[in-house]
């Protein structure tokens, strides 16, 4: 039995659109792959030599002779593509039904509950991109104090603040009161607070996000690897997205490379069990904001870091790298995209160059964790524990 399994989830690095895609909306869509083709200069060796060029049906780089991991993609069978159906279809979750979306802003009802509780004014209260909401009404919330809140496609009830206008505490406070109104009818995935900072023309969102998630539906595997008297250890927004269920120990992230620096840290403890890592760099700094060369800079700069991570591993430690959903940057809109995603395996108890094929569900990850730490298993997904092992 393995020690420990680092997870590390590239938050949108997906690798190409799934069979239902369309029905999405998301046709042709492949976030790494059409990254790679606006820049076949990119610099992914550590990843190559894992696995990733070797990915069944990713044509995009030619595949190497001796990858030092296993590598393959899984499908997603939730009906969604958003955060929370990617992580808890993951570790075990298949969502169903999908999280209610406010395509044309939150019920007037909705609002005015939130204003009466809250004390503060809305305004914005449609779907928006996070920053181009900020360029149009941040000079007016900043005069004002009326709080900005939007959604997006996603299952989501954002609010955006200026951390010099509204403290962070009351920003929280705030949130909170909207997870209470947004549930029952009305529940959906997440109320994100969004704190910002600097001048009209010039504004800056913080790291300072929080997540308010609604409870996981069922047990998950942290559930499990906690029961089972094992470290379960979330490094990033991994905390807010099981609303803390499962989880035994926490730390938020300030980037990418705070996240890897965290995770590090971690591995260099005497802790056993699960550690659970969310980059979310990708997703909200460059997938939303269709910024290919921002997004195609950020996996280099992850790819230079995996020799320091692959360092820290202890003999019996298991390394798992993969997505949550696709955002391709080249695609139209500013959505998430509905996409395989990559599963790339590395220990030294794990054989070379395996080829797990194409996985049915992302849970088949969650139940290989689950299997490795001898944790009870979950009811969806099925282990490739032994195609990996030696």
Known sequence: MSKRVVLIVMDSVGIGELPDAKKF??????????????????QIPNLTKLGICNIDGFEQVKEIESPIGAFGKCAEVSQGKDTTTGHWEMVGLRVDEPFKTFPNGFP???????ESKTGRKVIGNK?????????????????TGEVIVYTSADSVF????????????????????????????????????????????????????????????????????????????AVGKIEDIFNGKGITEAVHTKS???????????????????????????????????????????????????????????????????????????YKGTDHTREYIPVLVYGKSVKNGVNIGIRKTFSDIGATVADILGAKLPSNGESFKNLILK
């Open 25 to 42: 909306g998301d046709d042709g869509v492949n976030t790494l792959g059409n990254i790679i083709k606006a820049y076949d200069d990119i």
């Open 108 to 114: 007037k009802d909705v609002i005015d509950e939130f």
């Open 127 to 143: 779907p928006a991109s996070g920053t181009a909401i900020l360029d149009e009404l941040g000079e007016q919330h900043m005069k």
């Open 158 to 233: 954002q609010i955006a603040a200026h951390e010099e206008i509204v403290p962070l505490d009351e920003l929280y406070k705030m949130c909170k009161i909207a997870r209470k109104i947004m549930m029952g009818d009305n529940a959906l995935a997440r109320i994100i607070a969004r704190p910002f900072v600097g001048e009209p023309g010039n504004f800056t969102r913080t790291a300072n996000r929080r997540d308010f998630s609604l409870d996981p539906s069922a047990d998950t595997i942290l559930d499990n690897i906690k029961e089972s008297g094992q470290d379960v250890i």
């Open 256 to 330: 990418n490379m705070d996240g890897v620096d965290q995770t590090i840290e971690y591995m260099k403890k005497d802790n056993k069990g699960f550690i659970f890592t969310n980059l979310v760099d990708f997703d909200s700094k460059y997938g939303h904001r269709r910024n290919v060369k921002g997004y195609k800079e950020a996996i280099e700069e992850l790819d230079s870091r995996i020799p320091e991570v692959i360092e820290n591993l202890k003999d019996e430690d298991i390394l798992i790298l993969t997505a949550d959903h696709g955002n391709d940057p080249t």
